[in-house]
């Protein structure tokens, strides 16, 4: 999942700042989730996956499709 998440972020060009203040917490926090240091919460989770459009499941490399699943 550290690497999903570093490799989502990169692939925008983005800042682990930017992110973090998109996602309304601390640089160090996300900094945390990327390397590991601290398990992502479900809510900061779900927000990743909002953020970057793509699923959960994705995230939590849990499968390779990267888009998101349609909304009901």
Do not use: C, W
Not at 42 to 62: C, R
């Amino acid at each position: 999942m550290k690497t999903r998440i570093r490799d989502l972020r990169e692939d925008k060009d983005l800042s682990q700042k930017a992110i973090a203040e998109a996602l309304k917490i601390p640089t160090n926090t996300y900094r945390n989730y990327e390397l590991g240091i601290r398990t992502l919460p479900p809510d900061i989770l779900v927000k990743i996956a909002e953020y970057y459009q793509t699923s959960t499941d994705f995230v939590l490399g849990l499968t390779d499709h990267r888009e998101a699943y349609p909304n009901k």
